[in-house]
């Protein structure tokens, strides 16, 4: 990796081979390939379960130039994600910083686009918008029969086949590395699946003076869209907005779903956490729309842009069939399984 290209920034990836190991070392690997041939560096911080997969781990991480793996046995039991990314910022030198999960398809191109703005003072942290791909569109962009921009371009054209759900905001984030120990970095009370990512947002959407206060802010409400968006996701949801009006989007590559025991119970003992880490913050009154809808409308009109280009950001039926890309995952779906 030449210093005289490199973007200043490094990624931090947390892993553990607890599920799907096979999956996870093939999408780490990719990624530190692709990260490589961008001049970034990436850390994965690996959970050592003792396991065969965890040796294959370290060997294939080993062999890819610019990557650098902190693995060591951090704990037993659930997985502890947000641990893990405060082991591997502890090895973190660049100015800049992206949080990334292994599942996210490494578009490097995109990362360095808002690693400028933050350099360029445009914004001090940005979470970008992630389009959840089906096992058509992951195959499709794996195996280059698209590439990404024209992938994004058949989500806003209302393709279903190739798309899950878009989270805006997601987890993927692009910040700088010294505000990082000033929101405190990850909260390590948060085990197993759920909400550790949104505690960290809010807190250093805080920290910038980017939170809204609202009574409705710790409401846990999805949407298929998420200009439709309640709570905090709506409130988070405006750090989005440019970013969508630009049509960037990162990309979560699809993997079968895990039968994890305890994980309902795992999310709502971190949403219980979340709440009780925030609810000062849930006060004073709703003003105006309580979702995005009117907010980005207006942003458009006042950027005169047509908001008919993004016709797709309002729809937002609810589960409907035609997302569903194999006729046995249709079949599933309207028995409800």
């Excluded at 990309?251 to 119970?265: C, I």
């Amino acid at each position: 990796m030449s210093d005289a290209t490199k973007h200043n920034i490094t990624a931090i990836v947390p892993l553990d081979l607890m599920h799907r190991p096979l999956d996870i070392i093939s999408k780490a690997r990719q990624m530190a390939v692709a990260a490589n041939r961008s001049n970034v560096k990436v850390i994965f911080a690996h959970n050592d379960r003792g396991l065969w997969v965890d040796k294959l781990f370290r060997l294939v991480i080993g062999r890819c130039e610019g990557a650098f793996a902190v693995s060591k046995p951090f704990y037993t039991g659930n997985v502890n994600a947000a641990l893990l990314r405060n082991e591997a910022f502890k090895h973190v030198k660049d100015a800049y910083l992206t949080l990334l999960d292994v599942d996210i398809w490494p578009d490097f191109a995109l990362i360095e686009k808002y690693r400028a703005k933050v350099e360029s003072r445009e914004r001090p942290f940005y979470m970008l918008p992630c389009l959840y791909l089906t096992k058509k569109g992951s195959s499709d962009l794996k195996r280059s029969k698209v590439n990404v921009k024209q992938l994004t371009q058949l989500f806003f054209n209302f393709s279903r086949k190739e798309f899950l759900h878009l989270a805006s905001p997601s987890s993927v984030i692009i910040m700088r590395s010294k505000d990082y120990p000033l929101v405190g970095g990850f909260n390590e009370a948060f085990s197993g699946h759920g909400y550790e990512d949104f505690d960290f947002m809010m807190r250093l959407a805080e920290v910038h003076g980017s939170l809204h206060r609202a009574p409705d802010l710790l409401l846990d409400k999805t949407a298929r869209s998420p200009l439709f968006a309640r709570g905090f996701r709506r409130y988070l949801g405006e750090s989005c907005f440019e970013a969508l009006l630009e049509k960037d989007v990162a990309f979560h590559v699809f993997h079968e779903k895990v039968d994890v025991e305890g994980y309902q119970a795992a999310r709502k003992k971190n949403y219980e956490l979340f709440v009780s880490l925030h609810e000062e913050k849930a006060i004073g009154k709703v003003v105006g729309d309580p979702t995005l809808i009117s907010l980005f409308a207006q942003m458009c009109a006042d950027k005169n842009i047509d908001v008919s280009d993004y016709g797709i950001l309002f729809d937002n039926k609810p589960g409907h069939v035609d997302r569903f890309d194999t006729f046995r995952r249709r079949l599933r779906f309207l028995l409800n399984e």
